[in-house]
């Protein structure tokens, strides 16, 4: 199989993050159904590799693995990558003018004007604390929800959960030299820019297990201070390889001549 | 004189399969031959073969991670395909779609799922007459299911 193959790996974040464990919070699916895939949709999903050999004995094909991280529950991936940042810009400068407003109209302190700080201080949201662990692109953000709203501090459950981040791939397959992991960079911003593909040997038949190390955070308020903390759960998932040869489709045997009818066409037919 | 030649057609699955057609556009045939092929890039690719050489095709979904496989190539002529050779770009009519459709089904059950273990090689005969195009039946299964099976008449091979 020529053809690249697409494994999406879907996280019920926040329920991960409850049970602080992916077992029953993660779905696979693999595009590979046709070729033997099995167990689609469920944390439990073999994928079939079809490797193929030459007559001779070499490999003829490998297979090229890419993994795709979604998240449940979460801003959806194809919205633009500031978005976030635009939402919160938005919130100071409705903050800004709500100031300049009641600024102009009071000129007097008053319990009117106080009430009135405390609304526009819970509209403008909060900013999540950059710590030395936490910097990044989510560090020094404004907590969104699943609608682009910024949450405040008391809110926080409706927050979207960044992305699920797959930091490593390894195990049986990889140990066993089945296929060779690393990651890439993409200009695909649906998958961030970072996306994790293997290329698989095929010459080895046979079933193998692989563990995806996977991230996620965790929204935490410590001391009135919000920050995101990562959270490092692991899962896992095989592959079934198997493997045939090639065969030529027009003989099903070795190369012969084109099944070219004698007779020439529009004329002697 | 090169030994072999090698046509790609170039699938647009997500787009011949929305249309059902493997024209405007969801087709794309290109050829590396060394004589001068006509219709490059499009579904009417003639391609310019010496008898002796190798013909080999492939075929490749421009999403690169869509199934699309060669599912037969056949050089029969047609019912009523005989003269299409002049008529310019050429397709199944409905008709023959649907029969096309229906053998592809008995063949599907057996083997339908191993097509990406062929390998559409041959060696061009010597009783081809220089100057007229073969035309030959492109049939292309892209995924399963009772639509997923395509033809085009269009393209040929043509002996120098």
């Known amino acids: ?269 | 004189m090169k030994t072999q030649v090698n046509i790609i057609a170039v699938v647009d699955v997500i787009g011949a399969l929305s249309v059902r057609t493997l024209l405007d556009g969801n087709l794309c045939m290109v050829d590396d031959s060394a004589f001068d092929s006509t219709h490059q890039g499009t579904a009417d690719l003639v391609t310019v073969v010496k008898p002796g050489q190798v013909v080999s095709w492939t075929a490749l979904a421009v999403d690169l991670q869509t199934p699309v496989e060669i599912k037969n190539i056949s050089f029969e002529p047609a019912n009523g395909h005989n003269g299409a050779a002049a008529s310019g770009p050429a397709m199944s009519p409905p008709g023959s779609a649907a029969a096309s459709k229906g053998e592809a089904h008995g063949q599907e059950e057996s083997e339908g799922d191993k097509l990406d273990l062929d390998v559409w090689t041959g060696v061009v005969p010597h009783w081809m007459t220089p100057g007229v195009p073969y035309q030959y039946r492109l049939e292309l299964q892209m995924y399963e299911g009772s639509n997923s099976v395509m033809s085009i008449d269009s393209p040929a091979l043509m002996c120098q």
């Open chain 1, 1 to 269: 199989m020529p053809q690249q193959l697409a494994i999406i790996v879907l996280v019920d974040v926040s329920n991960a993050l409850a049970s602080s464990t992916l077992e029953g919070n993660t779905y696979l699916f693999d595009n590979m159904k046709l070729h033997g895939s099995v167990n689609q949709g469920t944390g439990e999903l073999v994928t079939a590799i079809n490797g193929s050999y030459w007559r001779d004995g070499s490999q003829a094909s490998e297979q090229v693995l890419n993994w795709l991280p979604y998240s449940l529950g979460s801003i959806p991936p194809t919205v633009p990558r500031g978005y976030e940042v635009e939402r919160a810009r938005q919130t100071d400068e409705d903050a800004l003018a709500e100031l300049q407003e009641l600024a102009a109209k009071s000129t007097v302190p008053s319990a009117d004007a106080e009430a009135e700080l405390n609304r526009i201080r819970r509209n403008v949201g909060t900013r999540v604390k950059t710590t030395r662990r936490t910097r990044g692109r989510m560090s020094g953000q404004k907590i969104v929800d699943v609608m682009g709203q910024v949450v405040t501090e008391d809110a926080t459950a409706a927050a979207s959960y960044p992305a699920p981040v797959i930091t490593d791939i390894y195990g049986e397959a990889v140990d066993s030299k089945i296929m060779y992991p690393a990651e890439y960079g993409s200009p695909d911003m649906v998958t961030d820019g970072w996306y994790w593909s293997a290329t698989v040997d095929t010459s080895r038949p046979g079933t193998y297990s692989y563990m995806m190390r996977i991230q996620l955070h965790k929204l935490v308020q410590t001391n009135g201070e919000l920050r995101w903390d990562p959270v490092n759960l692991t899962c896992a998932s095989a592959l079934k390889i198997t493997s045939e040869p090639r065969r030529n489709a027009f003989t099903k045997a070795g190369v012969g001549q084109l099944p070219i009818p004698a007779t020439r066409p529009g004329r002697d037919a």
